[in-house]
């Protein structure tokens, strides 16, 4: 078998394959068999038929073109052996140049490359901001909204009132082929001055302020500039006119924030109970946004530092799984892609190439970044912690109502392994994360520094010690002074 590997730009390698001529006699014979098997030949049992026989009855290109699939089938690992590369990807045959002797091409998307970069340099500070009292607060307000009964009043709209709206929009200076409106007689209700329960930050912050002093039946029109770097992605840059009608002013009656309010939001049996609760729920709510963009952000800087390969197939791979994840997503909320589209105007092949390509290109460079790093700081889960985490969401699902469709101990065992295999894998990306935070905010540095420390005063207690010990030895017998200094010698 004769090699040779020429490396493609895409991150993959085309080989050129040559086998001698009698392995493509050694493959007719096992190619003629196999056909014989599935058909008929008068005078013989299946597969009996001798080798010319086969060939004229099935002719020796259907018995060539099996015999090269065999081949293929048979020595495609011992090629890559060969040649020494490791597959990131199926390989395909990309041409037969000759079939006796069989020459083979083939495109063999090799296996990721990642070359770290100085990621140990890498520097974000961590600062998340506690909960404060006032945080707490906002949220017992909305509860006390949410939980509040309305009364229709003759007067204009104050802070704090219920207001039922008609609302218009229509982008000002639209583009090329851009609708000109945006908003057509949505109806909804609004509390003035807000708070983030309500929609004050929609359509855009600080909206509900312009309800003040605005009567029943009254129409007001105000312009708003989006800024370039809006959340509302599909108004960002834009100039808006909207045109507002009262349709009703209504007052709040709030309750009393006492034990009754506790119970009713929540069976707390005081209010102080239902604040911490509110409170632990925020605090686990704020560092889970934190972090989400402390770690995009951090991660954007680690793998910049990174030289990052991989071939065609393996993005391909990503961008289907990304597909899958975004029409499932879809799918619970009752609406499929083809929809989706239609709606934001958008062929699917664009949408693939604006958005799904490059989130693929992204989280796969992140991914492969992330998998380097977790080998260089030989990152490692704890077997228990895992049997652990394993074990409560196990238990959790059995108590779902989903776990009725799960039958007979071979789907158990597979829902096992999948648990299994996701949470090592999230623990995993965990251990992963917080090392990078660690190296990031310097405390990996300080750690380093203080084993440091710990060594060498683990050192000093040694030597130490052993000063101590040789000044005892004096002390005993002269005959161990004598062979405690004999040693002595010999050691030296």
């Not at 495609?76 to 002797?101: C, N, R």
């Not at 009964?149 to 003759?154: A, F, G, K, L, R």
């Not at 008609?166 to 090329?176: A, F, T, V």
Request: net charge negative; proline share 4%; charged share 35%.
């Amino acid at each position: 078998m004769n090699i040779e590997i020429e490396q493609l730009a895409d991150h993959q390698a085309k080989i050129t394959v040559e086998f001698e001529p009698e392995v493509l006699t050694q493959y007719q014979h096992k190619a003629a068999r196999k056909i014989a098997e599935k058909g008929k030949i008068p005078g013989f049992r299946p597969g009996k038929a001798p080798f010319d026989v086969i060939r004229r009855t099935y002719g020796e290109a259907a018995i060539n073109e099996q015999a090269i699939e065999m081949i293929v089938d048979d020595k495609y690992s011992e090629v890559l052996d060969q040649a020494k590369i490791t597959p990131g990807a199926p390989g395909s045959l990309e041409e037969v140049v000759s079939v006796d002797p069989p020459k083979f091409v083939f495109i063999v998307p090799k296996e990721p490359e990642v070359e770290l970069g100085d990621y140990k340099s890498v520097r974000l500070d961590y600062n998340l901001e506690p909960v404060t009292d006032e945080d707490v607060e906002k949220v017992v307000k909305n509860l006390q909204s949410s939980y509040s009964t309305t009364e229709s009043v003759d007067r204009p709209a104050q802070i704090g009132d219920m207001v039922y709206i008609q609302l218009q929009g229509r982008i000002l200076n639209p583009k090329e082929g851009e609708k000109e409106n945006y908003l057509d007689n949505t109806s909804f209700e609004i509390i003035v001055g807000g708070s983030d329960s309500d929609p004050d930050n929609w359509p855009y912050e600080g909206f509900s302020k312009v309800l003040e002093g605005m009567s029943k039946d009254e129409e007001k029109v105000v312009t708003h500039t989006f800024e370039k770097e809006d959340k509302n992605n599909e108004l960002q840059g834009k100039k808006v006119e909207f045109t507002v009608k009262v349709e009703e002013v209504k007052l709040l009656k709030l309750p009393e924030l006492d034990q009754n309010f506790a119970q009713m939001v929540g069976n707390f049996e005081s209010m102080d109970m239902l604040r911490t609760q509110i409170r632990e729920q925020a605090e686990h709510q704020k560092k889970h946004e934190y972090e989400d963009n402390y770690f995009d952000e951090l991660l954007e800087k680690v793998t910049a530092t990174s030289v990052v390969k991989y071939p065609p197939q393996v993005l391909e791979e990503e961008q289907k799984e990304i597909l899958k994840s975004f029409e499932d997503n879809l799918s619970r909320q009752k609406m499929d892609l083809n929809a989706y589209l239609k709606m934001r105007e958008l062929t699917k092949e664009k949408f693939m190439e604006d958005e799904v390509k490059p989130a693929a290109i992204k989280r796969l460079t992140r991914s492969l970044v992330m998998s380097e790093i977790a080998k260089a700081e030989k990152i490692e889960v704890n077997q228990e912690e895992l049997k652990n985490v394993v074990t409560m969401r196990l238990d959790s699902l059995l108590r779902s109502p989903a776990m009725k469709k799960v039958r007979g101990d071979k789907e158990m065992q597979n829902l096992t392994t999948a648990i299994m295999m996701d949470t090592a894998n999230h623990l995993y990306n965990e251990k992963t994360l917080e090392c990078l935070k660690n190296i990031a905010t310097g405390k990996a540095t300080e750690k380093l520094d203080a084993e440091t420390t710990g060594k060498a005063s683990e050192e000093t207690e040694k030597n130490q010690e052993e000063k101590s010990s040789e000044v005892a030895k004096p002390k005993a017998s002269k005959r161990s002074t004598k062979k405690a200094t004999t040693e002595s010698k010999t050691e030296e």
